[in-house]
């Protein structure tokens, strides 16, 4: 694949570097000439742990650290402390393990400068100039590192809530879908099923008259007359219904439902924030309005979690109580969607236009109340209560 060719060839010429400036730094040191052969091939084995840089950050690192204290140890030519060590914290930082870099250079610094002072090194000098260059060679390496691995992250956060929002729209076509299939189910009962009742009224009527002794062929005939126009206006509106049904049949879509909520915890999971999922009701158990509107406070909700929050984590929990589907999502997250005004009834109000607001639409469909906005112990948190009795 070309990305894995240009990871190879980025990893080559890191290597490279590393061997280049160590190299460069071992015939730079005309005090130890001895060990030059050593020197050089102390340079080629850092260089060689850049291309393990990507599966091992953490080892790459730690491996690179050893090597430059065992440089000093051993007596090599004077190599330096932050540019040999600058790559393998870059990698680490990039990798996500920012704090196993920090702590890395920090120890570096550390031995090194407690030992050359106690070598009898001017702290002056050491204090003054080589310890604060050596700190901000170290630190830049780590914050770019830091700053690469933010912006993939971020990348991978707006691909997740992407496809949250090409599902979330999916799922409000399919609950329209649902919708308009119930209201003609219901045209289905009271249209049709009036005149069947109609039919069924003047067909006994028609019978009885024609039971009658002498038989009244004329309130029969009158009778079964009702009984055909009833028949056909039945069968008209019959017709008209199944037509509608065919024309909306969904093709396979599915309708919001907390029966895929895993594949909705998943889909954020993915994005890196944990999701804990407490208490859902199991299928079956709740209304399908409920049903629909809970999964899609959740599903409105983590979203907002994975857009605005910066959250690690987020909780999902259901309660029933006295009648009532209490639906509570809450995270960890360092800011949240803006609110202004009350829910669906009660609480906060939120901001016209948001995702938010669609969610207290839909709550009040169903009879409920929502609210959203900063949790008591930090992050945000949405609360909605949904009447069990709302699917009507």
Do not use: C, K
């Amino acid at each position: 694949m070309p990305s894995d060719r240009q990871d190879v060839v980025v990893d080559a010429l890191f290597g490279f570097a590393v061997f280049a400036v160590v190299a460069i730094a071992v015939g730079s040191d005309v005090s130890n000439r001895g060990n030059l052969a050593l020197g050089y091939a102390m340079a080629a084995v850092l260089g060689g742990l850049m291309p393990a840089r990507r599966r091992w950050p953490v080892g790459v690192l730690l491996a690179t650290a050893v090597l430059i204290v065992a440089n000093y140890v051993i007596d090599l030519p004077t190599i330096g402390l932050a540019v040999p060590a600058a790559a393998a914290l870059y990698s680490a930082a990039e990798a996500g393990r920012t704090a196993w870099s920090a702590g890395t250079a920090a120890a570096l610094v550390a031995v090194s400068t407690f030992a050359r002072l106690g070598e009898g090194q001017d702290p002056a000098y050491l204090l003054g100039y080589e310890l604060p260059s050596t700190a901000a060679i170290m630190g830049a390496a780590i914050a770019l590192g830091h700053a690469q691995w933010q912006r993939r992250q971020a990348d991978h956060q707006r691909e997740r809530a992407a496809l949250l929002d090409a599902q979330a729209r999916e799922s409000e076509a399919a609950e329209r879908l649902a919708l308009e299939r119930t209201r003609i189910a219901r045209d289905l009962h009271d249209a049709v099923g009036h005149h069947l009742s109609v039919v069924s009224l003047h067909a006994a009527v028609a019978a009885e008259a024609l039971e009658d002794d002498p038989a009244d062929a004329e309130a029969a005939r009158a009778e079964l007359a009702h009984v055909t126009q009833a028949s056909r206006a039945g069968l008209s509106e019959l017709r008209s219904t199944v037509r509608a049904l065919r024309d909306a049949d969904p093709g396979g879509e599915r309708t919001s439902s907390l029966a895929h909520l895993d594949e909705l915890a998943d889909s954020v999971r993915a994005a890196g924030v944990a999701v804990e999922v407490e208490g859902r009701p199991g299928t079956g158990e709740i209304p399908g309005m409920v049903d629909a509107t809970a999964y899609r406070i959740v599903q409105e909700a983590l979203t907002n979690t994975l857009r605005h929050a910066r959250a690690d984590r987020a909780r999902v929990v259901f309660t029933r109580r006295d009648g009532v589907l209490e639906v509570r999502v809450t995270d960890d997250g360092r800011q949240g969607p803006s609110t202004a005004g009350g829910g669906a009834g009660e609480g906060p109000a939120v901001a016209p236009g948001s995702g938010l607001a669609g969610m207290r639409e839909r709550v009040r469909l169903v009879g409920g109340s929502v609210e959203a906005g900063p949790g008591p112990g930090g992050g945000f948190a949405v609360h909605a209560r949904l009447p069990l009795g709302g699917d009507r």
